[in-house]
């Protein structure tokens, strides 16, 4: 899988977006009467993580996760009342750089979004307005995190549950959209990151206050080992995913996040699970979970067991999950069972 710099090379990188913002603050003076050394600062920051999500795009050979980046952060750019104009002069100096390089594949990324970059929404709806079976549990839920209150949040949960709602409902139209949703709060700047843990810990806690009510019917007898990439923190979805396994019968073994990809392959060949559940969020890891699936297939003691992936890329990309060489791709909790419940389905009389 090809990557724009050498594996590894933060210096290379670092080195290129210095170069990229020193040509566009030379052609736009005013850049440095706005925003300073600081800012200076932190447009390199900034660029060398765009040049990430462009790596993790190009060896994906998926267009649409640069796209989706691109779209992401214009909608920061507007809600932050930054000037979109400086957003595009930077690609287009990217674009600039790596055509006068020679760089025909990231050059051509730069140009699709360039391209497509009026067309793109300003700034994501909100994501409790959408047809959602439990939307005023979950419109209670989220006030009641926006006002700090973990206990009359953890109180309205346990008391749906106690009610009937069942967990996987609970954590589907619950849970999920209004996590989604505290994101895109703090995306569009109202909400501050304080706010946003206080949320992301109150969730965890009731998570496992919901333990009891996690007891599984007759277990199937297979096994899931469910895992976040290396470097990738974003844990809370595929915990779900896991719990949503062993409400359907499945052993699961939870590894939680940032795992190496040798601690993956090791712990696969001691267990042996029928499924493994990847779980990917932030772009930039992408390649190191195509690394995995190939270090996976290459060896023989994991020949038999299977791979699903999830999280943020894979719903915005849909084909993203062959590329990187997995087995299946789950948009959400219920629909990785459901899939698992189809292949791994016993023949059924002729
Ligand atoms: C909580 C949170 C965090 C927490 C995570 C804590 C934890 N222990 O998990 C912390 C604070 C660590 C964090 C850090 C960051 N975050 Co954050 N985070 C979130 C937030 C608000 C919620 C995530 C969540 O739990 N969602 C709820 C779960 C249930 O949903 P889900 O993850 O989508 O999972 C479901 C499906 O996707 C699927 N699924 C997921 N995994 C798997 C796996 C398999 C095998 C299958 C089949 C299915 C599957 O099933 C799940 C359940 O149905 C999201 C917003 C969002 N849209 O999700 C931002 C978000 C993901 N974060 C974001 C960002 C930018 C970051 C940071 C880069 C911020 C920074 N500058 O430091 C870092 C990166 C850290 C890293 N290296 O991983 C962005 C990503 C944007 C992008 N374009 O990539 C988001 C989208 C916020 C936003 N709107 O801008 N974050």
């Avoid at 750019?77 to 930077?90: K, N, P, Q, R, S």
């Avoid at 974003?234 to 409400?247: A, C, K, P, S, Y």
Wanted: glycine share 8%; with cysteine; charged share 20%.
């Amino acid at each position: 899988m090809g990557l724009i710099f050498d594996a590894g090379s933060d210096p290379q990188r670092r080195a290129f977006a210095e170069r990229a913002v020193l040509r566009y603050w030379l052609r736009h003076p005013e850049m440095a009467q706005r925003y300073g050394t600081e800012g200076r600062r932190r447009c390199v920051e900034d660029l060398q993580y765009t040049l990430l999500y462009l790596e993790a795009a190009t060896a994906t050979g998926s267009l649409e996760l640069f796209r989706s980046y691109t779209e992401w952060l214009r909608s920061i750019f507007i809600c932050h009342h930054l000037d979109v104009a400086d957003l595009a002069g930077t690609l287009e100096t990217l674009l600039e750089i790596f055509t006068e390089r020679g760089d025909a594949l990231p050059a051509e990324y730069l140009a699709d979004s360039l391209r497509l970059m009026d067309s793109m929404e300003d700034v994501p709806p909100n994501l409790l307005a959408e047809n959602n079976p439990h939307r005023t549990l979950a419109q209670g839920y989220l006030a009641l995190l926006l006002d700090q209150d973990r206990q009359g949040a953890a109180d309205l949960i346990i008391n749906a549950a106690d009610t009937g709602i069942p967990l996987t409902d609970l954590y589907l139209h619950v849970f999920q959209p209004c996590l989604h949703e505290v994101g895109r709060l703090w995306m569009t700047g109202r909400l501050t990151i304080p706010q946003e843990h206080f949320a992301t810990t109150a969730t965890q806690s009731i998570l496992a206050q919901l333990q009891p009510y996690a007891a599984c019917r007759s277990g199937t007898g297979r096994r899931l080992l469910a895992v976040c990439i290396d470097g990738e923190l974003h844990e809370i979805g595929l915990r779900m995913v896991g719990d949503v396994f062993t409400l359907n019968g499945w052993e699961t073994t939870f590894l939680g996040a940032s795992v190496p990809v040798a601690g993956i392959v090791g712990a696969v060949k001691a267990d042996r699970p029928e499924l493994l559940a990847l779980s990917v969020t932030i772009a930039p890891n992408l390649p190191k979970a195509a690394a995995l699936v190939e270090a996976l297939r290459a060896d023989p003691g994991c020949a038999n067991t299977r791979i699903i992936v999830g999280g943020h890329p894979f719903n915005r990309c849909p084909d993203l999950w062959r590329r990187i060489g997995a087995d299946a791709h789950g948009r959400d909790a219920a629909a990785a069972v459901a899939w698992a419940d189809r292949h791994f389905a016993l023949p059924g009389p002729a």
